[in-house]
């Protein structure tokens, strides 16, 4: 990995949590508009599973030992997929991103042969501002693989939830009650494994990773149809610090699709956020969806206000 003059590389440690998140909150602001991670995000990247902080990742120092690039590897399930980012202070870390994201890919080769298989494919995202690193990333050889779109709606004088279609009831759910969130899982892995790249992960792994995005139960829902589980709503506390309420998930379950269980989620919980003062309602969609959300969301007043595109490519493992 060539450096400019007087800049180094080196492992990083939880001691540097405080300025990799200065670098992540310089880059996501410049790709996003704002801060989009703290510092027990940046703690959870560097001791995940599957992840070795003495070879997956770097940080880089310029000449006063000040920290402003970072690379990290992650694979929440150990299996499929890798995912790498590489964060740099804009204007001041630029010409760092193509040499971490190469070094990057060498350690995804490692990662490969490690695992005993042929080559793995790697993702990573590019935001709309982000023309160089687009170039960069297609540079290294990777291809578009799809587009992902965030919606927003404000919840300013939000109309009162409309009747529930016939048949259908919602409650939050019981997160203290193991059988309520197993049940809840069983929505989830059923209803998004028609849906392109879904990893189904079983249920223990599944509650280990629930942390990171917020457990405030009384945002979680599961809709009944009568009286069957049939959908479930994942809220997340990841805008909060833009006193929005984040959708993570919608799951409704095939034979309930069309019958407007998924609508009656979103008003639910659109109505949950407005009762605690947030001023907007959030969620991420990714375009290749089989069940075409977009049209859903439109319906309950969300819009497209930016988008990011996932990059990919297969890396075959080192000594192949």
Not at 210 to 221: A, C, I, K, S, V
């Amino acid at each position: 990995m060539t450096l400019p003059a007087g800049w180094h590389a080196r492992r990083p440690t939880l001691d540097d949590v405080p300025a990799i998140l200065t670098v992540v909150h310089a880059a996501d602001t410049f790709a996003v508009g704002y801060p989009d991670f703290d510092a027990d995000d940046v703690t959870a990247a560097l001791t995940a599973p599957f992840f070795d902080p003495a070879r997956d990742s770097w940080v880089v120092t310029d000449p006063g030992d000040v920290v402003a690039a970072w690379a990290t590897l992650d694979n929440p399930t150990g299996v499929g997929r890798e995912f790498v980012e590489v964060y740099v202070e804009p204007g001041r870390g630029d010409d760092l991103r193509a040499p971490l994201l190469a070094r990057q890919l060498d350690r995804v080769a490692e990662r490969a042969a490690d695992r005993g298989v042929p080559a793995l494919t790697v993702r990573t995202a590019v935001f709309a501002p982000e023309t160089r690193w687009a170039t960069e990333v297609a540079e290294a050889g990777f291809t578009l693989a799809k587009r992902y779109v965030r919606m927003r709606r404000s919840l300013a004088g939000l109309a009162a939830e409309p009747p529930l279609p016939p048949g259908v009831t919602l409650r939050p759910l019981r997160g203290e009650d193991e059988a309520d969130l197993r049940e809840f899982h069983r929505i989830f892995d059923t209803a998004f494994r028609d849906t392109p790249d879904y990893e189904p992960v079983g249920f223990e792994q599944w509650r280990q990773r629930l942390t990171p995005y917020g457990t405030t139960w009384d945002e979680w829902f599961i809709a009944e149809v009568d009286g069957v589980p049939a959908g479930a709503l994942q809220s997340s506390d990841q805008a909060l610090d833009q006193n929005e309420g984040f959708v993570r998930s919608l799951s409704v379950l095939p034979p309930y699709r069309r019958r407007g269980v998924g609508a009656a989620l979103l008003l639910r919980a659109f109505t949950t956020y407005a009762a605690k003062g947030r001023e907007s309602a959030g969620l991420g969609v990714d375009l290749t969806n089989p069940t075409a959300p977009v049209t859903l969301y439109r319906s309950v007043g969300l819009r497209e206000v930016s988008w990011t595109d996932m990059y990919e490519l297969v890396v075959p493992a080192a000594g192949v």
